[in-house]
């Protein structure tokens, strides 16, 4: 059983290599050869003041690999309000750190074959479905990328649009200028601005990767050609979609999310019920349908497209994970544990 | 990060300790205070012939002890036929072993405290379930107890059965001799009997055991003020249950699971499609409500009672588990590994 850090698996995997994993796995998923089973959260209280405890799980199995992936986030929420809006933000509770776990099963053997946190790993497969969209949906010409959010995520949105696009002009924005500042010290070639709409102005693509609880992306800044993507189901709205001419999911499966709240849990029914993610969100074609060619990309210069609702599957795990653990035991990476710590000699 | 072994738990805890700690939390989930997570088994294909892959996951939270259980199974299965009838066999293929694990999560942290082999605690478990039952269902009175299923499970349920009942004598019965014997040879005070007649003839307790995907127990040989005890679904069937006055099950929200099976898995059909736990079933009261007197137990002596489809929930592995944790580091048992492998600095 192999442990492997964070650290490791940002050394093992580049980009270019988790969309290369994931690609067929999104074909195999929508010819029923992959199964992605729903996420859960569960959801109760916690010690800390105003917070909950959610432990969420995902997974999915993908017999060509021969891997089944968990990935389990063990998390203490808070909603505060930053910059005037609400943002869902987990507390790094676990004497400063977070809990976010993956964990890799054979379907040969049913052995545990690894275990690693989750934030690379979640960090990529996240820029990697986004760039694998703005691929197959956004104009080859598009030059000016506006980048909303500057976190951890926007990075991983910007290298992955830049690996499957030229873009001249990289613009980002968020509230607060601190942020902008620290994303541009880290990324080459990018200009922070200090108005959203100096960054969305004459863009090609938008992107956004924030926290944000409410939306981000005005339904006016949408212009003929545009391609616009955004990870959180809550950054945009139906008036967003409405003036797409071309809308894709990210997984339509996962949209069967189980929430199983306890009575008495503070806090907790913002989370889930903002967003557009309902009923009608679900007709919309999804990332396996747009790359197994069973629904068009983009077919005129001038259509609105969009990729939305990037939200994590097993699956994906399961795809960057079999990668993970290959280049690992190629290279000689991670700490292997003895495997009869995580079998047993009785038929449970 | 504490890595406890079978042979650790098995030291650790008693049939008594884990029936004392799981009363509290089957009280607590009937009053909304624990949170229990559906079962979900996903099927799909694998390479050994005949044969399919399960992952199947159950989980459960208890603020009150401050854990989130899960508890995974990783399975290798296949369906053969043995003394005339179709059995569940999970196949050891992780090196001869088998998989399953479970993890205990901290509610008030995030982080992982444990993990450990599931067998140990899934057999107690088991028996403390069903020992609970008959505590609360079987006449005070009882001094014959006929176990049907002499493998693994069996030992526990005799276990439990005498932690709550004097039994002046113990029958036991499968179907191959060589079982009985060995069985005989585990548990003092036994004597194996060469038919199933021999075995339920006059007995006060009928309890099965066993791995059996059809009826094991005859509704002929329910007679008045006996208690039948089953663990699987498929032992008993409407039949049996129309002969009794009085049915719990163990849970009945665990009747929500959620099967996901890969179109082409072989075999897996049987399993899940046999059984008779199907929505009239969820009507019986369970085990929370009796030990939380929401539903009457036993009013009197020649009423038939019956416990029925002890399956397993997360919620039993959230209380057992954290009595274990809790022993496992007053005693110092276990392997710690460091918490940093299992955390990280990076929100996901």
């Excluded at 964070?6 to 195999?28: F, G």
């Excluded at 976010?100 to 054979?106: A, E, K, P, T």
């Excluded at 545009?226 to 189901?233: A, D, E, Y």
Aim: glycine letters at 8%; aromatic letters at 6%.
């Amino acid at each position: 059983m192999l442990i492997l850090s964070n650290e490791e698996i940002a050394r093992l995997l580049t980009m270019q290599d988790v969309m290369a994993a994931l690609e067929p796995m999104y074909r195999d998923a929508v010819e029923s050869r992959a199964l992605l089973s729903p996420r859960f959260d569960n959801m109760m209280p916690t010690a800390l003041e105003g917070a909950y405890y959610a432990f969420k799980h995902m997974g999915g199995g993908w017999p060509a690999q021969g891997i089944q992936a968990l990935r389990i986030n063990s998390d203490i929420c808070t909603h505060p309000v930053i910059a005037g809006k609400p943002r869902r933000v987990k507390q790094p509770m676990a004497d400063g750190r977070w809990v976010g776990l993956v964990l890799l099963f054979s379907t040969e053997t049913g052995k545990l074959l690894a275990m690693f946190p989750d934030g690379v790993m979640q960090r990529l497969r996240v820029g990697a479905a986004s760039g694998l969209g703005l691929k197959h949906l956004a104009r080859e010409n598009v030059s000016t990328l506006a980048l909303i959010g500057t976190g951890w995520q926007a990075g991983a949105q910007l290298m992955a649009a830049r690996a499957v696009r030229n873009f001249r002009e990289v613009r980002v924005y968020s509230p607060q200028q601190k942020s902008r500042e620290a994303f541009v010290a880290r990324n080459k070639n990018v200009r922070a601005v200090d108005t959203v709409e100096a960054c969305v102005e004459g863009a090609d693509v938008i992107l956004s990767a924030t926290s944000s609880m409410v939306r981000v992306i005005d339904p006016k800044w949408l212009k003929p050609g545009m391609h616009v993507g955004s990870i959180k189901s809550q950054e945009i709205d139906g008036e967003v979609l409405d003036r797409c001419d071309r809308i894709f999911v990210h997984n339509r499966q996962q949209a069967k999310q189980y929430n199983n709240v306890m009575p008495g849990t503070p806090n907790v029914k913002e989370e889930h019920e903002q967003g557009w993610w309902r009923e009608p969100a679900r007709s919309y074609p999804d990332l396996g349908e747009l790359l197994a060619e069973r629904a068009p990309g983009r077919e005129r210069a001038d259509e609105i497209t969009c990729f939305a609702n990037n939200v994590g599957t097993g699956l994906q795990f399961a795809a960057a994970g079999a990668l993970a653990l290959r280049k690992a035991r190629e290279q000689g990476v991670g700490r292997e544990l003895p495997d009869d710590w995580f079998t047993e000699d009785v038929h449970p």
